[in-house]
Nanobody, 127 residues
Framework: QVQLVESGGGLVRAGGSLRLSCAVS????????LGWFRQAPGKEREFVAK????????YYTDSVKGRFTISRDNGKNMVYLQMISLKPEDTAVYYC????????????????????WGQGTQVTVSS
């Protein structure tokens, strides 16, 4: 069984920064594709970023490119989302997710393709 626990959310002013962390327990961490999603009130869960098992490749939704950075530490079973230049529209509950599949192309943005999810952490950006 794989468990994911997010932390690092909070309230920040527009233009500020936050770093989200996700601790992943269970075997075979290094084999998992990891992603971050977010869900704002009344909206569907949205893909934010994905990182391949080795950490060599990352992918982002257009709205966060240049502002968010996903990374992972395979020695510590951790995945991170560094967020800078935050905007009010970034306000959402942020979830980390793990998939045993490679998730090429558009599959990486499909929540149904991820096998395990954390409970989420709230990020609120005030204007």
């Amino acid at each position: 069984q794989v468990q994911l626990v997010e932390s690092g959310g909070g309230l920040v002013r527009a233009g500020g920064s936050l770093r989200l962390s996700c601790a992943v327990s269970g075997r075979s961490f290094i084999s998992y594709t990891l992603g971050w999603f977010r869900q704002a009130p009344g909206k569907e869960r949205e893909f934010v970023a994905k990182i391949t098992p080795s950490g060599a490749n990352t992918y982002y939704t257009d709205s966060v490119k240049g502002r968010f950075t996903i990374s992972r530490d395979n020695g510590k079973n951790m995945v991170y989302l560094q967020m800078i230049s935050l905007k009010p529209e970034d306000t959402a509950v942020y979830y980390c997710a793990a998939s045993a599949s490679s998730l090429f192309g558009t599959l990486r943005a499909d929540p149904a393709r991820y096998d395990y999810w954390g409970q989420g952490t709230q990020v609120t950006v005030s204007s």
